[in-house]
C-alpha cells in the first residue's frame, strides 16, 4: 500500500492562477480532511469528507473548493490564489468504521508559495 | 465547540534532560480520543498515542510517557531523558464522538542540544 499519496510536492502560483492539489489513498479510507500548516498556527482544517459525495467545510474553508466523487481521490481547488495561502498543506484518511477513535493517516505535505 | 491549548511555544533543553510538554483540551462531549503527533524536521506527521476519554490510565511507552487527568481537561506528555533526535514539533489533537474531525492544538517546538 502506498498510503496517502499528496502531488505535488512543492508549487509556485502568481495571485489569481488557479491549481488543485491532489491527494489518493488506498486504503479504502472513507473519511479524508486537507488541513493547512503556518508558523505558530498548528494545523487547521480546510475541508473534509466523510464518504464518496459527502464534503463538510471546516475552520478555514474560504478560498477553497474540494469534491469527493470516488473513496481514492479528494482533491483541494485553489480558484484564485492569494499570497494568504501561502502555507504547507497536509491530507489524511481515517480508517472506515472506526468513527473518531482512529489515527489519521497523513500524506507528505505540500509546500505552497503564492507570489 | 472542541478546543486544544498547547501553551509552551517553544522549548529548549540539554540532552538526557527530562521534558514535559502540556496539552489542555476543551470539549463538552463526555466521549472524546485525544492524540499526540510528532512532527520531525523533515516535516511528516509521525502519530505517537491515542487515549480515549474512559481511560485515565498513565501510558509508558519507552521514554515516553503519558499523564491524563479528566480533572483538569490535560492530557501531559513527558520524554525522559531527552536525545537530540526528539527535537521536533509536538501536536496534541482531540476528536469528538461520531465521525468528527480531528482538532489540533498549535504545537510545541523541542528542541534538544546536545
Known amino acids: 500500500n502506498a498510503g496517502v499519496t499528496q502531488t505535488p510536492k512543492f508549487q509556485v502560483l502568481k495571485t489569481g492562477q488557479s491549481m488543485t492539489l491532489q491527494c489518493a489513498q488506498d486504503?479504502?479510507?472513507?473519511?479524508m480532511s486537507w488541513y493547512r500548516q503556518d508558523p505558530g498556527m498548528g494545523l487547521r482544517l480546510i475541508h473534509y469528507s466523510v464518504g464518496a459525495g459527502i464534503t463538510d467545510q471546516g475552520e478555514v474553508p474560504n478560498g477553497y473548493n474540494v469534491s469527493r466523487s470516488t473513496t481514492e481521490d479528494f482533491p483541494l481547488r485553489l480558484l484564485s490564489a492569494a499570497p494568504s495561502q501561502t502555507s504547507v498543506y497536509f491530507c489524511?484518511?481515517?480508517?472506515?468504521?472506526?468513527?473518531?477513535?482512529?489515527?489519521?493517516?497523513f500524506g507528505s505535505g505540500t509546500q505552497l508559495s503564492v507570489l | 465547540a472542541q478546543k486544544v491549548t498547547q501553551a509552551q511555544t517553544e522549548i529548549s533543553v540539554v540532552e538526557k534532560e527530562d521534558v514535559t510538554l502540556d496539552c489542555v483540551y476543551e470539549?463538552?462531549?463526555?466521549?472524546?480520543?485525544l492524540f499526540w503527533y510528532k512532527q520531525p524536521p523533515s516535516g511528516e506527521l509521525v502519530f505517537l498515542i491515542r487515549?480515549?476519554?474512559?481511560?485515565?490510565q498513565n501510558e509508558i511507552s519507552g521514554r515516553y510517557s503519558w499523564n491524563f487527568q479528566k480533572s483538569t481537561s490535560s492530557f501531559n506528555f513527558t520524554i525522559t531523558a531527552s536525545q537530540v533526535v526528539d527535537s521536533a514539533v509536538y501536536f496534541c489533537a482531540l476528536s469528538e464522538g461520531g465521525n468528527t474531525p480531528l482538532v489540533f492544538g498549535k504545537g510545541t517546538r523541542l528542541s534538544v542540544i546536545a
Open positions: 487515549r480515549n476519554s474512559f481511560d485515565e
Open positions: 470539549t463538552r462531549d463526555t466521549t472524546y480520543y
Open positions: 489524511a484518511s481515517r480508517a472506515p468504521g472506526s468513527g473518531y477513535n482512529e489515527k489519521l493517516f
Open positions: 486504503m479504502n479510507h472513507e473519511y
